[in-house]
């Protein structure tokens, strides 16, 4: 039996091992909500001249300046500049519009009253030089650094993307994933249940985690229990896929044909075997063109706390976002330590009057009992101990 792996080292062997799946270019409206690679600077100045910010008149301001302006003409929004004739003089403006040469002064039309060719400032208005201008470069200069590699791509990213000129855009590869449940008990969620039969419901959890993570690429496939269908199915889908997410058949049972068939077709062990508690039988490895290959233990809770410690932020590394620290929470009450397997314990979160995060632990009974799991948020991860973890230790969240 192999050495038991500690989850920190699985961490990094994964981190280590795991390819990168490139970048590829696309038109910008395809882009939303994919891992942009590129950088992004500013095209041109924010604004690209002094703007009007105000639908009124602009003129050049002076101490005692005159309250009656001759209308000289109008610069609208796309206009080129105008210029303004002397300082008796005003020109019509909109918001958007570049400030007439000449002029420092918007005033709204608010604060206006039309008389034949002239605007009189009402008596309230006292102008201020340079007000109800947004000035050139004010926002960023040309050449300033507005998005970098690794930022998924949302509505402000889009805008920015869109204002500065970039109609393709470098984003990472999206892989092609298989998620492959094996086990000949599972039937499908819409086919009648026999006797000795379940519901897959593992691989509906990790397509639904996936694709909350925006990852469209995603196939989902059954293995049966069978040792020469599981090398065979194995190797088509290392032949069309990326990554493969298997779950089930891992254990160091009679029927756990995954391990021996992965090697049969040239996927490389990197591990088996975690030291933790559910989700000890995890095996993960790298197959003869680089896919990712992590074969979660089929028990539910297992499943979900191996993809979502391992598999899910693998797969957003190597798309290239940055990996973020673990959150930390406080326990609420007392739990269960295991002398000698990090523990991980589903548990609910809130922020407590003081701003702290309380964690309050909803241990399952077993590593298949995932009716519980919905009323939390993620689990804890705590390590191997004598006894319990009193209430008020801090431990890292990870969220489902
Ligand atoms: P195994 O790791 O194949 O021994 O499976 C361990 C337990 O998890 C068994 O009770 C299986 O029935 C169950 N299981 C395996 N795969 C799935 C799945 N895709 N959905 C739900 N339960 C599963
Ligand atoms: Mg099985």
């Known amino acids: ?237 290392l032949d069309r896929h990326d990554v493969l997410l298997l779950s089930g058949g891992v254990s160091m049972g009679q029927r756990d044909y995954v391990p021996a068939a992965l090697a049969a077709q040239g996927v490389r062990k990197v591990f088996h075997r975690i030291a933790q508690k559910p989700g000890k039988p995890m095996w993960f490895g790298i197959g003869p063109r680089g896919q990712a290959v992590f074969a979660l233990p089929g028990n539910p809770v297992s499943a979900l706390v191996c993809a979502t410690r391992y598999a899910r932020p693998a797969l957003l590394a190597a798309q290239g976002i940055p990996v973020s620290a673990p959150e930390h929470v406080v326990l609420d009450s007392e739990v269960d330590i295991n002398p000698t397997l990090v523990s991980f314990v589903p548990a609910r979160v809130q922020t407590d009057a003081s701003g702290r995060s309380m964690a309050y632990p909803v241990p399952s009974r077993t590593s298949g009992d995932f009716s519980s799991l919905p009323r939390t948020h993620g689990f804890i991860e705590l390590p191997s101990g004598q006894g319990k973890a009193p209430a008020g230790t801090v431990a890292t969240f990870y969220r489902w």
């Open 1 to 237: 039996m192999s050495e038991l792996t500690s989850v920190s080292q699985a961490q990094a062997l994964i981190a280590e091992h795991m390819p990168s799946f490139g970048s590829e270019l696309v038109p910008l409206d395809e882009a939303v909500g994919r891992i942009l690679r590129q950088a992004v600077r500013a095209e041109h100045d924010h604004p690209p001249f002094d703007r009007v910010m105000m639908d009124g008149i602009a003129t050049r301001w002076s101490q005692g300046m005159p309250r009656r302006l001759a209308v000289a003409g109008a610069q609208m929004a796309g206009m080129p500049r105008q210029s303004l004739p002397s300082g008796d003089a005003c020109l019509e403006v909109t918001t958007g519009a570049m400030l007439p040469a000449g002029c420092d002064c918007v005033i709204p039309i608010e604060q206006l009253r039309r008389d034949g060719g002239d605007y009189l400032l009402s008596d309230e208005c006292q102008p201020q030089a340079g007000q109800f201008i947004h000035r050139q470069a004010s926002d960023c200069a040309q050449g300033s650094l507005l998005l970098s590699p690794g930022m998924r791509l949302g509505p402000a990213e889009m805008a920015l993307l869109a204002a500065n000129g970039v109609a393709k855009v470098e984003v990472a590869v999206m892989p092609s994933i298989a998620i492959v449940s094996t086990g000949d008990e599972l039937v499908n969620v819409d086919a009648p249940l026999g006797e000795g039969q379940i519901r897959r419901s593992n691989d509906t959890a990790v397509r639904a985690m996936l694709r909350l993570e925006g990852f469209a690429r995603v196939a989902m496939e059954h293995i049966v229990d069978d040792e020469a269908a599981t090398r065979e199915r194995i190797a088509e889908l």
